[in-house]
T-cell receptor, first 115, second 113 residues
Framework: KAGVTQTPRYLIKTRGQQVTLSCSPI?????VSWYQQTPGQGLQFLFE???????NKGNFPGRFSGRQFSNSRSEMNVSTLELGDSALYLC??????????????FGPGTRLLVL | EDKVVQSPLSLVVHEGDTVTLNCSYE??????LLWYKQEKKAPTFLFML????IEKKSGRLSSILDKKELFSILNITATQTGDSAVYLC?????????????FGGGTRVLVKP
Protein backbone atom coordinates (compact mmCIF):
# COMPACT_ATOMS: atom_id res chain seq x y z
CA LYS A 1 0.00 0.00 0.00
CA ALA A 2 1.39 3.39 -0.96
CA GLY A 3 2.18 5.77 1.86
CA VAL A 4 1.14 9.36 2.33
CA THR A 5 2.37 11.52 -0.53
CA GLN A 6 2.89 15.24 -0.55
CA THR A 7 3.59 17.61 -3.39
CA PRO A 8 5.61 19.55 -4.07
CA ARG A 9 8.54 18.42 -1.93
CA TYR A 10 10.33 21.76 -2.06
CA LEU A 11 9.08 25.25 -2.72
CA ILE A 12 10.58 28.72 -2.74
CA LYS A 13 8.29 31.74 -2.57
CA THR A 14 8.64 35.42 -1.78
CA ARG A 15 6.88 37.42 0.90
CA GLY A 16 3.31 38.34 0.05
CA GLN A 17 2.76 35.43 -2.32
CA GLN A 18 0.44 32.56 -1.62
CA VAL A 19 1.10 28.84 -1.78
CA THR A 20 -0.95 25.65 -2.05
CA LEU A 21 0.35 22.32 -0.80
CA SER A 22 -1.18 18.96 -1.58
CA CYS A 23 -1.49 15.74 0.39
CA SER A 24 -2.77 12.34 -0.71
CA PRO A 25 -3.50 10.04 2.24
CA ILE A 26 -2.99 6.32 2.41
CA UNK A 27 -5.71 4.55 0.45
CA UNK A 28 -8.76 4.07 2.67
CA UNK A 29 -7.72 6.72 5.17
CA UNK A 30 -10.29 9.46 5.57
CA UNK A 31 -8.69 11.70 8.18
CA VAL A 32 -5.94 14.11 7.18
CA SER A 33 -4.07 16.38 9.57
CA TRP A 34 -1.55 19.09 8.78
CA TYR A 35 1.42 20.17 10.89
CA GLN A 36 4.07 22.86 10.66
CA GLN A 37 7.58 21.99 11.83
CA THR A 38 10.18 24.66 12.54
CA PRO A 39 13.44 24.50 14.51
CA GLY A 40 12.13 27.00 17.04
CA GLN A 41 8.57 25.78 17.59
CA GLY A 42 8.84 22.10 16.78
CA LEU A 43 5.84 20.29 15.34
CA GLN A 44 2.61 22.26 15.65
CA PHE A 45 -0.88 21.16 14.72
CA LEU A 46 -2.54 23.18 11.98
CA PHE A 47 -5.86 21.45 11.28
CA GLU A 48 -7.60 18.15 10.79
CA UNK A 49 -10.04 17.18 8.05
CA UNK A 50 -12.45 14.28 7.90
CA UNK A 51 -15.07 13.68 5.23
CA UNK A 52 -14.41 17.05 3.64
CA UNK A 53 -15.02 18.88 6.94
CA UNK A 54 -12.53 20.63 9.15
CA UNK A 55 -12.85 19.00 12.55
CA ASN A 56 -10.25 20.87 14.50
CA LYS A 57 -7.91 23.81 14.08
CA GLY A 58 -4.70 24.81 15.82
CA ASN A 59 -3.61 28.28 16.85
CA PHE A 60 -2.63 29.68 13.49
CA PRO A 61 -3.81 32.88 11.79
CA GLY A 62 -6.54 32.87 9.19
CA ARG A 63 -3.91 33.06 6.43
CA PHE A 64 -3.64 29.31 6.87
CA SER A 65 -6.54 27.41 5.42
CA GLY A 66 -7.26 24.00 4.02
CA ARG A 67 -9.80 21.78 2.41
CA GLN A 68 -10.44 18.14 1.74
CA PHE A 69 -11.92 16.58 -1.35
CA SER A 70 -14.31 13.68 -1.70
CA ASN A 71 -11.41 11.32 -2.44
CA SER A 72 -9.83 12.37 0.93
CA ARG A 73 -6.99 14.25 -0.76
CA SER A 74 -6.32 17.50 1.04
CA GLU A 75 -4.78 20.85 0.24
CA MET A 76 -3.58 23.58 2.50
CA ASN A 77 -3.17 27.17 1.45
CA VAL A 78 -1.11 29.94 2.99
CA SER A 79 -1.85 33.43 1.77
CA THR A 80 0.26 36.56 2.12
CA LEU A 81 3.38 34.60 3.00
CA GLU A 82 5.69 35.86 5.73
CA LEU A 83 9.32 34.97 6.35
CA GLY A 84 8.24 33.08 9.48
CA ASP A 85 6.15 30.70 7.39
CA SER A 86 9.35 29.02 6.22
CA ALA A 87 9.00 25.50 7.57
CA LEU A 88 8.50 21.84 6.84
CA TYR A 89 4.78 21.20 6.36
CA LEU A 90 3.80 17.66 7.20
CA CYS A 91 0.60 15.88 6.39
CA UNK A 92 -0.55 12.80 8.29
CA UNK A 93 -3.39 10.42 7.61
CA UNK A 94 -5.34 7.92 9.66
CA UNK A 95 -8.36 5.73 9.04
CA UNK A 96 -10.88 7.94 10.78
CA UNK A 97 -8.88 9.96 13.32
CA UNK A 98 -11.17 8.40 15.85
CA UNK A 99 -10.42 9.46 19.38
CA UNK A 100 -6.69 8.87 19.40
CA UNK A 101 -7.07 5.14 18.94
CA UNK A 102 -5.43 5.15 15.55
CA UNK A 103 -1.91 5.83 14.42
CA UNK A 104 -1.23 8.81 12.21
CA UNK A 105 1.12 8.10 9.33
CA PHE A 106 3.19 10.99 8.07
CA GLY A 107 4.11 11.99 4.56
CA PRO A 108 7.61 13.18 3.58
CA GLY A 109 6.63 16.82 3.94
CA THR A 110 6.90 19.94 1.81
CA ARG A 111 9.78 22.21 2.67
CA LEU A 112 8.75 25.81 2.09
CA LEU A 113 11.26 28.63 2.01
CA VAL A 114 9.94 32.20 2.00
CA LEU A 115 12.41 34.85 0.84
CA GLU B 1 -3.38 24.97 26.72
CA ASP B 2 -2.14 21.42 26.11
CA LYS B 3 1.54 20.90 26.81
CA VAL B 4 4.01 18.09 26.15
CA VAL B 5 7.56 18.36 27.48
CA GLN B 6 10.41 16.05 26.60
CA SER B 7 13.73 15.64 28.34
CA PRO B 8 16.60 15.66 27.88
CA LEU B 9 16.82 17.97 24.88
CA SER B 10 19.69 15.97 23.50
CA LEU B 11 22.15 13.30 24.48
CA VAL B 12 25.24 11.61 23.12
CA VAL B 13 25.93 7.95 23.87
CA HIS B 14 28.17 5.20 22.56
CA GLU B 15 27.04 2.07 20.82
CA GLY B 16 25.82 -0.50 23.28
CA ASP B 17 24.64 2.04 25.85
CA THR B 18 21.06 2.23 27.09
CA VAL B 19 19.12 5.46 26.82
CA THR B 20 15.95 6.58 28.58
CA LEU B 21 13.87 9.38 27.14
CA ASN B 22 11.20 11.18 29.14
CA CYS B 23 7.90 12.72 28.16
CA SER B 24 5.53 14.52 30.50
CA TYR B 25 2.21 16.00 29.50
CA GLU B 26 -0.67 18.18 30.58
CA UNK B 27 -3.66 17.84 28.31
CA UNK B 28 -7.39 17.76 28.68
CA UNK B 29 -9.28 14.72 27.43
CA UNK B 30 -6.23 12.51 27.01
CA UNK B 31 -6.75 9.63 24.60
CA UNK B 32 -3.31 8.21 23.85
CA LEU B 33 0.41 8.93 23.77
CA LEU B 34 2.52 8.21 20.73
CA TRP B 35 6.26 7.97 20.15
CA TYR B 36 7.80 8.75 16.78
CA LYS B 37 11.34 8.58 15.42
CA GLN B 38 12.39 11.32 13.02
CA GLU B 39 15.53 11.22 10.97
CA LYS B 40 15.95 13.58 8.04
CA LYS B 41 12.41 13.06 6.90
CA ALA B 42 8.91 12.41 8.15
CA PRO B 43 8.34 10.99 11.62
CA THR B 44 7.93 7.23 11.68
CA PHE B 45 5.62 5.61 14.19
CA LEU B 46 7.07 3.64 17.09
CA PHE B 47 4.43 3.10 19.77
CA MET B 48 0.95 4.07 20.81
CA LEU B 49 0.15 3.86 24.53
CA UNK B 50 -3.30 4.12 25.97
CA UNK B 51 -3.19 2.18 29.23
CA UNK B 52 -1.08 2.78 32.29
CA UNK B 53 1.57 0.30 33.33
CA ILE B 54 1.56 -1.84 30.21
CA GLU B 55 4.95 -1.93 28.55
CA LYS B 56 5.09 -2.02 24.78
CA LYS B 57 8.16 -3.56 23.19
CA SER B 58 9.59 -3.69 19.73
CA GLY B 59 13.04 -5.21 19.52
CA ARG B 60 15.42 -3.05 21.52
CA LEU B 61 12.83 -0.32 22.07
CA SER B 62 10.25 -0.28 24.83
CA SER B 63 7.88 2.26 26.27
CA ILE B 64 5.55 2.62 29.21
CA LEU B 65 2.89 5.10 30.24
CA ASP B 66 1.95 6.36 33.71
CA LYS B 67 -1.42 8.09 33.45
CA LYS B 68 -1.48 8.98 37.13
CA GLU B 69 1.81 10.85 37.02
CA LEU B 70 1.25 11.99 33.42
CA PHE B 71 4.45 10.79 31.85
CA SER B 72 5.93 8.19 29.59
CA ILE B 73 9.42 6.87 29.01
CA LEU B 74 11.04 5.38 25.94
CA ASN B 75 13.96 3.03 26.46
CA ILE B 76 16.47 1.99 23.85
CA THR B 77 18.85 -0.78 24.86
CA ALA B 78 22.07 -1.84 23.14
CA THR B 79 22.01 1.34 21.05
CA GLN B 80 23.31 1.34 17.48
CA THR B 81 24.38 4.21 15.25
CA GLY B 82 21.15 3.74 13.32
CA ASP B 83 19.25 4.81 16.44
CA SER B 84 20.58 8.35 15.97
CA ALA B 85 17.51 10.49 15.42
CA VAL B 86 15.10 12.90 17.04
CA TYR B 87 12.52 11.07 19.14
CA LEU B 88 9.17 12.78 19.37
CA CYS B 89 6.47 12.26 21.94
CA UNK B 90 2.93 13.31 21.08
CA UNK B 91 -0.34 13.21 22.96
CA UNK B 92 -3.66 12.68 21.25
CA UNK B 93 -6.52 14.60 22.85
CA UNK B 94 -10.15 15.01 21.98
CA UNK B 95 -11.82 18.40 22.03
CA UNK B 96 -15.36 19.34 21.33
CA UNK B 97 -14.25 20.37 17.87
CA UNK B 98 -12.34 17.19 17.10
CA UNK B 99 -9.01 15.51 17.69
CA UNK B 100 -5.49 16.83 17.72
CA UNK B 101 -1.97 15.64 18.30
CA UNK B 102 0.26 17.84 20.49
CA PHE B 103 3.97 17.22 20.09
CA GLY B 104 6.83 17.70 22.48
CA GLY B 105 10.00 19.42 21.34
CA GLY B 106 11.81 16.14 20.81
CA THR B 107 14.97 14.57 22.16
CA ARG B 108 17.94 14.42 19.79
CA VAL B 109 19.92 11.23 20.27
CA LEU B 110 23.38 10.76 18.78
CA VAL B 111 24.91 7.31 19.02
CA LYS B 112 28.66 7.26 18.42
CA PRO B 113 30.48 4.14 17.20
Amino acid sequence: KAGVTQTPRYLIKTRGQQVTLSCSPISGHRSVSWYQQTPGQGLQFLFEYFSETQRNKGNFPGRFSGRQFSNSRSEMNVSTLELGDSALYLCASSLSGRGGQETQYFGPGTRLLVL
Amino acid sequence: EDKVVQSPLSLVVHEGDTVTLNCSYEVTNFRSLLWYKQEKKAPTFLFMLTSSGIEKKSGRLSSILDKKELFSILNITATQTGDSAVYLCAVYSTEAAGNKLTFGGGTRVLVKP
